[in-house]
């Protein structure tokens, strides 16, 4: 019962009850004369049904039991204010001490019970006590009329209040168990940490997965800069922890979702997009495949029928150049195709910008293009070869944009989470309309141009776990940007 919980159970106010009574009754004597000896047989016999009601307590109902104590407590106080005065006592107040205690245990239906009882017997005790009282009749009947009001007025307040403390404590203790079963069956984690970085709550249980929220929250408690969401990669699963300041900052509240069974649906749906655009590549493939091989053909039937003919050697010059184009379009291609990381290392960025930029040294120098660097080295996770295609397919849009004498900047920075690659030439620019086609595969501006660089680029970067940005400014330049998750 919610009562039990705040003033004890039972058993410990029947223990009580004998000592209170003892304590009141010495300490109300003074010290210097003997105590009477009907304070003792008192004493006695609360001790005596103490007892009693620990037995009775292993037979009867608890209310029961607690009805018995409250209503043998009432001639109990009648002896003690008889033995301390009779109507000159001051005892009668413990009358509403007792109505307020049997509030507490009984409720509004015990302090009236309790109440109405100790009215009864204050007033057979008065009239008893008036016998030997130089009171007056009036005197004795105006002092029960105090007392009597006095023990209804407590009953009535105290029953009330005790019954709108039950109702509040059953809804509260009803709240707090629907809450709690609540929480500990939400498919999200729940944590919450005091500004010492303690924890408060949670239901994550323990391991290396809490000890990572546990720590981020922390430090997002105390550092205002950090991101208030992060995803987690732990035991093989992927999660996202989203946090919150409370309480004013006072403490730190994280909610943990595990989305790996989402992944797995998004990367199956990527593969079947890709799946499909593959079959849509070898479409458009086949169709640019057989242009230039047309062009091979009739330039070779051409060489066989004027072999000696020095016009010929234009034709063959077309052959080869159609030939170099058709090698050029199958190797994309394949790159396209097989963009996905084959073995993964912890590479610093800088040495990858380096293995790309000497892949296309030739074409910066034809162009007599200036490569301006600010480096901030980082490390990555991904395959070096990968990694260097994709950038050398930026570098070769950014040259092929570029006028001669131009300057393409490279700028790598990092913050608490990603690193970051940018490549900026200053060539004419996009449209936004452009900007919005550029990595769809085969869309391309250049005359020539096969069109998958730059979705070879960006499919790379996805693979990675990474993404790539554009931005662009008609007659200012473009500035792709990479974001890699730090290794």
């Known amino acids: 019962m919610v009562a039990s919980d705040l003033f004890g159970k039972r058993t410990g106010l029947i223990i009580l009850h004998p000592l209170l009574i003892t304590f009141i009754l010495l300490s109300s004597y003074p010290i210097i004369y003997d105590i009477p000896t009907p304070f003792w047989f008192i004493i006695l016999a609360s001790f005596m049904l103490a007892v009693i009601f620990l037995l009775l307590g292993n037979i009867l109902t608890e209310k029961l039991v607690l009805y018995l104590l409250f209503l043998s407590d009432i001639p109990i106080i009648g002896f003690m204010i008889h033995y301390t005065g009779g109507l000159d006592s001051l005892f009668p107040l413990l009358y509403v001490l007792l109505i307020i205690l049997s509030s507490l245990y009984l409720y509004r239906k015990g302090a009236y019970i309790i109440s109405l009882c100790s009215v009864i017997f204050f007033l057979v005790l008065s009239f008893i006590e008036a016998k030997n009282s130089t009171m007056t009749v009036q005197m004795v009947m105006y002092k029960f009329y105090v007392f009597g009001l006095l023990f209804l007025f407590t009953g009535i307040l105290s029953g009330t209040l005790s019954e709108r403390y039950q109702k509040g404590a059953e809804e509260a203790k009803r709240l707090r168990l629907t809450t709690e079963e609540m929480i500990r069956n939400l498919p999200s984690g729940i944590i919450t940490i005091d500004n010492k970085g303690d924890i408060i709550y949670t239901n994550i249980p323990e391991g290396p997965l809490r000890a990572h929220v546990h720590l981020y929250i922390a430090k997002f408690l105390k550092y205002t800069n950090l991101k208030n969401s992060i995803e987690l990669n732990i035991a093989k699963r992927y999660y996202v922890l989203s946090c919150a300041r409370i309480y004013d900052s006072r403490a730190g509240l994280g909610i943990l979702q595990d989305y790996t069974d989402i992944r797995k649906l998004e990367e199956k749906s990527r593969v079947s997009r ?155 620019g996009m449209a936004k309309k452009e900007m919005n086609k550029i990595f769809t595969p085969f869309f391309t501006t250049k005359k020539g141009g096969t069109g998958l660089g730059l979705a070879i680029a960006k499919n790379i970067m996805e693979a990675h776990g990474g993404r790539i940005e554009v931005k662009s400014r008609v007659g200012k330049g473009t500035t792709f940007r990479m974001v890699f998750p730090l290794a």
């Open 274 to 428: 890709q799946t499909k655009l593959l079959a849509e590549l070898g479409g458009s493939l086949a169709h640019e495949i057989r242009n230039p091989l047309a062009s091979i053909r009739g330039s070779l039937e051409v060489i066989r029928e004027a072999a000696k003919d020095r016009h010929a050697v234009h034709f063959i010059n077309m052959a080869l150049k159609e030939s170099i184009r058709l090698n050029d379009i199958v190797t994309d291609f394949l790159n396209f195709a097989q963009f996905i990381p084959n073995k993964k290392n912890r590479l610093a960025i800088k040495e990858v910008l380096n293995e790309a930029l000497i892949e296309i040294i030739e074409k910066v120098n034809s162009k007599n293009i200036r490569i301006k660097r600010m480096d901030n080295d980082f490390y990555v996770l991904g395959d070096m070869n990968k990694l260097k295609s994709c950038f050398v397919n930026v570098f070769n849009n950014a040259c092929e944009v570029s006028k001669k004498g131009q300057v393409i900047e490279i700028e790598s920075y990092e913050d608490e989470k990603d690193g970051f690659v940018e490549i900026r030439d200053h060539g004419k």
